[in-house]
């Protein structure tokens, strides 16, 4: 693994933990790639009956990509590569044959928020923040997997208006909306998704599994294909290079389209 995320293990139940709090728990490449080890680790191990994530700290559960994992980005292999990176861990993540749990302490937003769609529960505590940004921050591009979990998770018209406004949801609205199943005070949050995940423990593994995979399935009707061209109008672009400067500069984008 590496020191950005831990696995611990509790019995039948194993925990992954974010832990860049100074960062808000703003994921590296590094960190992808350690996630995705861990969840076939973990999946493989019969020892292991469920998966909690969580970020450290309370501020965040995970706010996306360091944004300056993006700084050298200049040819179409660094964007394509970027979204193929990003299928392939969420792609494992919601993969799971076992049940995993994304205990939200804090926001979760862009990368953070599909991580935790990628999860089949999520539990948050009353302060926690959703949303996917991208239109008012970098201009980046979403990756199929990622639209395609917010769709599932929420339906077309909530998950195009979400991306499209670049609104921001507190805890309440999301759980109205479909993307936080149970709210609890920060203090109680852990004690509950322990509870959670040792009651997931005692259920049956064979039909767990077997309901997840029938709901890959239908994730991945939801994912469409070739789409290079619009990664790449987005990532290869000074449009996508004024997002980055703005956002480390904490200044507002001037957007050119182009």
Known sequence: MTDDLRVERDGPVALITFNRPDARNAMTFEMYEALHDACAELDADPRTRVLVI????????ASGT?????????????????????????SKLAGMSKPTVAMLQGDAMGGGLFIALACDLRLAAPHARFGVPVARTLGNFLAPVSLAL???????????????????????????????????????LERRARELAAGLAELAPLTLAATKQVTRRMLAVLMPRDLDALILSCYVSRHCHEGERAFLEKRKPDWQGR
């Open 54 to 61: 969580k970020g450290a700290g309370d501020r965040a559960f």
């Open 66 to 90: 360091d944004i300056r994992q993006f700084v050298d980005f200049k040819t179409a292999e660094d964007a394509l590569g970027y979204e193929a990176r990003l299928t392939r861990v969420l």
């Open 150 to 188: 917010l769709v599932s998770a929420l339906g077309p018209g909530r998950a195009r208006a979400l991306v499209l406004t670049a609104r921001v949801l507190d805890a309440a609205e999301a759980q109205t909306a479909g993307i936080v199943d149970q709210i609890h005070p920060a203090p109680e």
